[in-house]
């Protein structure tokens, strides 16, 4: 990998305007959750009795929810151009890792209000895969799945 700053990318197309829209992605791609675990069970060889003893609803619904977050748009760049977007963004930000590394990534939900990031020095591709599922667990998670209070 390489140590160079990252000024600015996005990953990933998903960037929910509102809760509406994100409760219609979570809905859409719950029946690709269905054919994912089918056809992986397929390919590990599942008889009927072992599928249905092994798949659940909790396993589609792990699917789903990685899924979700997979397509979620997490933005990459390095420190001063995070620290000037966040300076901007007036709401709040959780950040996991440490103020001294170079580059962040991090995931902003308009509908949720809030935002997550992650600091990475090089591997940028693990830091996207970190913020996506802080993403879907802090700020998508309770109200998606039905637990918001």
């Known amino acids: 990998m390489t140590d160079e700053p990252h000024t600015g990318e996005t990953h990933g197309t998903f960037d929910p305007a509102s809760w509406a829209d994100a409760e219609r992605r979570y809905e859409a791609v719950g029946s690709t959750a269905q054919v994912v675990v089918r056809a992986v069970a397929k390919a590990m060889e599942f008889d009927r009795e072992e599928y249905d003893r092994r798949v659940d609803a909790d396993v589609v619904e792990t699917a789903r929810q990685a899924l979700f977050a997979e397509t979620l748009a997490v933005r990459v760049a390095d420190r001063a151009a995070f620290d000037s977007w966040r ?39 693990a830091a996207v895969g970190t913020v996506r599922r802080m993403a879907f667990n802090r700020l998508y998670r309770d109200r998606l799945t039905g637990d918001a209070p």
Not at 105 to 125: D, L, M, Q, R
């Open 87 to 125: 300076e901007d963004y007036g709401a709040d930000v959780h950040v996991a890792g440490s103020d001294a590394v170079g580059n962040v990534a991090w995931h902003a939900s308009a509908p949720a209000g809030a935002a997550v990031a992650a600091t990475f020095e090089n591997e940028p591709e």
